[in-house]
């Protein structure tokens, strides 16, 4: 059984769309995280959820929006698609929000057009 | 600002030896840090936590050291083999319950 799974793999769209990302997982944990990762690798956290909390990355546009419609799910949703919005984007999970290890997701890989 | 540094981008090393991958940062004063594994098109797994009041951490053919004075962990992994190729992460958190910083990775190539 997967444990952190993401939908879809793949992801080609023109600029100025909106578009969402579903990540899901059957761990039980209590948070769950979005990552992007961009072309040099660097992967960097955007927002981190659990039912009490969301804590945002300040550098992260509000144009991202993470939507949780229970505590096993964390969708992204993304308005007015960028070109550098493009990148790799990995959802977590961790025990509860002081859990040291997270668990990642397979990854969905954007490209905007 | 916080920087965070893993020495090179690529790493290669023959079958058998011991690879030694280095993770600098500045600026910074992390509570505890995490190597983690990523192989191509996968997300990153978790290998090994060491915090701020451990000098040492060994997993199986895996070691990790953390030198606070020097800003630095060590991620040895000894008797290296070709299926330990990848892209290793060093992750670091202020405190328990923040988030992780990733490092840019490197990526090491075991040569048969």
């Known amino acids: 059984d997967t444990a952190v799974s993401q939908t879809p793999k793949y992801l080609v769209t023109q600029m100025g769309n909106d578009k969402s990302i579903k990540c899901e997982q059957n761990?039980?944990?209590?948070?769950m995280y979005w990552y992007k990762q961009d072309s040099k690798k660097f992967l960097k956290i955007m927002f981190s959820?659990?039912?009490?909390?969301?804590?945002i990355n300040e550098t992260v546009p509000n144009r991202f929006s993470p939507k949780s419609p229970d505590k096993a799910h964390l969708n992204l949703h993304i308005n007015s698609l960028e070109l550098g919005d493009s990148a790799v984007y990995f959802c977590?999970?961790?025990?509860?929000?002081?859990?040291?290890?997270?668990?990642f997701g397979p990854g969905t890989r954007l490209l905007v057009l | 600002s916080q920087k965070i540094e893993q020495n090179s981008e690529a790493l290669n090393i023959q079958e058998g030896k011991t690879a030694t991958l280095t993770c600098n940062y500045t600026?910074?004063?992390?509570?505890?840090l995490q190597w983690y594994r990523q192989d191509p098109g996968r997300g990153p797994v978790f290998l090994l936590l060491?915090?701020?009041?451990?000098k040492e951490k060994r997993k199986e053919r895996l070691k990790v050291t953390f030198d606070t004075t020097l800003k630095q962990s060590l991620f040895h992994i000894t008797a290296s083999q070709p299926a330990d190729s990848a892209t290793y992460l060093c992750?670091?958190?202020?405190?328990?319950?923040?988030?992780?910083?990733f490092g840019p990775g490197t990526r090491l190539s075991v040569l048969p």
């Open positions: 977590a999970s961790s025990q509860d929000g002081r859990s040291e290890t997270q668990y």
């Open positions: 761990l039980g944990h209590d948070t």
């Open positions: 959820y659990n039912n009490k909390e969301l804590i």
């Open positions: 600026n910074y004063s992390p509570a505890y």
């Open positions: 060491i915090r701020e009041n451990e």
């Open positions: 992750a670091l958190a202020k405190d328990y319950g923040q988030n992780f910083v």
